[in-house]
DNA sequence: GAGCACTGC
């Protein structure tokens, strides 16, 4: 059992000056400080309201020991990295980017001075591929006191804070830099690592780290009373719109948050509330009291998702029904009564099939009790659950499968590999991913061509890892390159890295359809991607146009700035920027070069199957192939997402004429790839 | 003949 150290009231100064807290924690013989010198790892559990992040750093870098450490943390959102600096940098009375700054992606606001650093994870991620022993945390001694040679560096690896909030879930750079700390902290005396996080995990990270001391710092939220239903519930959106207006009628003032899986049920809830409130209004002679019901999730325009943050009018009661947008990313205050439906939906890959989908889950345990939090941020609150406490208690992971779990690890193996890992299967993992998932994705760089025969990387391998982008896109670029159309080619590519551009109003669907269509390059929707973006060039970037046009102002802007990261990136390769003018068959070799692993042939009638596994692919109705008349005999594709069927999202047709072979030759070799596999387990087997 | 939980480099 690892140690457990309750401080209580330690950081509870929340709020007053960090010289008042350096004050009482001198004068006070049991500090932090004092057990971060006697331990390279602790683990903080910091509750809501804690501090941790705001104060813990300045902590660190004004205790006498520290001083001259850089005093990295790192923090799951952008605005949570940009905000903690600024809050931070003020209360330091230093301008921001100077003592205390933030790195995220599209800026970086540090310089030499910066002792503090707050960042995103995957900001961290990529400065250990410059640096893998992360040196620029590294302390200088200007004094050759035996005691400073183990102390100055400290790496606060914050994974469960947005802003001063807990979250729960550890995204797929937060599991890679854990493996990565791990070793650094083990070469690195001088380096020092505390890790926060949430009461349930706690002693699984002590124990990643070899059973370092956990800290407790409490925190300033209100208690939640929790409600379970009795039976469980068939219908929950029937059953929260019942629960909401019960509440409405009968309880006290204060917000209402419910929470449903998806924009779908979100549309639904709203309008069976808005029907009830209404048929209450007509049929009874008591005053029914104004609701204000409020949708909220991410592919909402800006404008209406501003909305649940403006105040209700007077007498009137805010509902907002929303996804797990409001379960982390975004913070409502007011809300007294939360009504959770038990349910989320998540992102799972198939290795074997190349596929993704988005399904309903029941949500975890550490997710529910995050939401039902949200109650009790204002006042004492209430947190109605749509299910029994007996599925809490026994149905419920306690966490939620982490995302290295279910998702594709191209950009994993890639930047591992560039770590000099060589063998992923032994790298320490703290929740390792399925073994067929890392070789899958190893065997998929292979056949673009990063990884030679004996699993080392290559030279387009070793430039591939400059791009963050996931393998294929960045081999596409890199074959652009060869094929002079790098112009084209990084258009495609940041297009692909931002969500659809098309917007598609249920109301309005087929006008936006045929605005749509009017962009459709024939048998391509890569290059359609293309033509839509120099279109919306030729008419200076406007927003209006793209309003006229069905196209999301927000995603293109995205892509233009994405576009110009990327742009950077090249320069610094050296690699040219060249257009192929209007020869748009040679960027089409280049996509296909990046989807040897997507590749389809025709089975049927807008049938196709994986050349490689055999597995069905559609083409989608709003594809650029979809209504030619004809069905071309093969097509690459982008991704292949599990709705309704199988649909492969974003397809090129294979050129009548063209020599390229959509079917690699890497058939064969897949064949090989698994015999040698075999021939290593069965040595291994031999060796026992 | 049809879909979109949410981040991040």
């Given at each position: 059992m690892p140690l457990i150290l309750k401080l209580n009231g330690l950081f509870n100064t929340f709020g007053a000056s960090s010289s008042v807290i350096i004050r009482v924690l001198t004068e006070d013989g049991c500090?932090?400080?004092?057990?971060?010198?006697?331990?390279?790892?602790?683990?903080?559990?910091?509750?809501?309201?804690?501090?941790?992040?705001?104060?813990?750093?300045?902590?660190l870098h004004e205790d006498v020991y520290t001083k001259g450490a850089i005093i990295g943390c790192t923090q799951p959102r952008r605005v949570a990295a940009m905000s903690v600096a600024k809050r931070v940098s003020e209360e330091m009375e230093t301008d921001l980017g100077d003592k205390v700054g933030y790195a995220i992606r599209f800026e970086d606001v540090t310089s030499p001075n910066t002792v503090i650093k707050y960042m995103t994870d995957g900001v961290l991620l990529r400065e250990t591929l410059k640096d893998a022993d992360l040196d620029k945390y590294r302390y200088a001694p200007s004094d050759s006191s035996q005691y400073f040679i183990f102390f100055g560096i400290f790496c606060t690896l914050d994974l469960f804070n947005l802003m001063d909030d807990g979250t729960h879930e550890r995204s797929l750079s937060t599991d890679v830099l854990f493996g990565i700390l791990k070793k650094v902290v083990s070469r690195r005396r001088d380096f020092k690592l505390i890790v926060t996080s949430a009461t349930l995990n706690a002693e699984k990270f002590s124990n990643f780290f070899g059973s370092v001391p956990i800290f407790h710092i409490p925190g300033r939220t209100f208690p939640v009373n929790?409600?379970?239903?009795?039976?469980?519930?068939?219908?929950?959106?029937?059953?929260?719109v019942k629960q909401a207006l019960t509440i409405h009628l009968t309880s006290p003032p204060g917000d209402i948050l419910i929470f449903m899986t998806g924009q779908d049920e979100i549309e639904a809830s709203c309008y069976a509330l808005a029907e009830r409130i209404q048929q209450l209004v007509s049929s009874s002679s008591r005053a029914v009291p104004e609701l204000s019901i409020l949708p909220i999730y991410s592919q909402l325009p800006a404008d209406l998702q501003a909305k649940i943050f403006q105040p209700a009018a007077a007498g009137a009661r805010k509902c907002i029904v929303a996804t797990n947008i409001?379960?982390?990313?975004?913070?409502?205050d007011g809300i007294l009564y939360v009504i959770d439906s038990g349910y989320g939906k998540m992102k799972v890959y198939n290795p074997r099939m190349g596929m993704d989908a988005l399904q309903v889950f029941p949500v975890s345990r550490a997710a529910a009790d995050q939401r039902a939090g949200r109650a009790g941020r204002t006042g004492p609150g209430t947190c109605y659950?749509?299910?029994?406490?007996?599925?809490?208690?026994?149905?419920?992971?306690?966490?939620?499968?982490?995302?290295?779990?279910?998702?594709?690890?191209?950009?994993?193996v890639l930047l591992l590999k560039s770590l000099r890992v060589d063998n992923l299967l032994d790298f320490d993992f703290m929740d390792p991913p399925p073994q067929e998932n890392i070789l899958n994705s190893m065997y998929q760089l292979w056949v673009l061509g990063a990884l030679n025969n004996v699993g080392g990387l290559t030279e387009i391998g070793w430039r591939m890892v400059e791009f963050p982008l996931d393998p294929p896109l960045a081999k596409m670029l890199l074959m652009g390159d060869r094929l002079r159309c790098t112009d084209e080619v990084l258009t495609i590519v940041s297009m692909l890295s931002v969500p659809s551009v098309f917007f598609r109003p249920k109301d309005r669907a087929e006008e936006s359809d045929a605005a749509r269509e009017k962009f459709f390059v024939?048998?391509?929707?890569?290059?359609?991607?293309?033509?839509?973006?120099q279109q919306w060039r030729v008419n200076q970037y406007r927003g209006d146009w793209c309003n006229d046009h069905f196209l999301h102002v927000k995603g293109l802007r995205k892509a233009r700035e994405v576009r110009s990261q990327l742009l950077d990136i090249l320069k610094t390769l050296q690699i040219p920027l060249v257009s192929c003018g209007m020869d748009w068959d040679v960027?089409?070799?280049?996509v296909c070069s990046a989807y040897f692993h997507n590749a389809a042939r025709l089975k049927g009638v807008g049938e196709y199957v994986n050349c490689r596994n055999g597995t069905p692919c559609h083409l989608h109705p709003s594809s650029a192939l979809y209504g030619l008349g004809y069905t071309p005999d093969h097509v690459v594709y982008h991704e292949l997402v599990l709705t309704t069927k199988e649909y492969m999202q974003c397809a090129t047709a294979k050129l009548h004429n063209s020599s390229v072979c959509l079917v690699h030759p890497s058939v064969t070799f897949l064949r090989e790839f698994e015999r040698r596999e075999r021939e290593r387990e069965r040595e291994k087997e031999r060796g026992r």
């Open positions: 500090v932090v400080n004092q057990v971060v010198r006697e331990n390279q790892v602790i683990v903080v559990v910091g509750e809501t309201g804690s501090g941790k992040t705001t104060q813990l750093t300045q902590y929790i409600l379970y239903s009795q039976t469980p519930c068939e219908d929950y959106v029937e059953a929260a409001a379960e982390t990313s975004l913070t409502v659950r749509l299910y029994t406490e007996s599925a809490y208690l026994n149905e419920m992971l306690p966490n939620p499968v982490p995302e290295i779990q279910r998702t594709n690890l191209g950009n994993v024939p048998e391509s929707d890569h290059l359609t991607l293309l033509n839509v973006y960027v089409r070799k280049a």
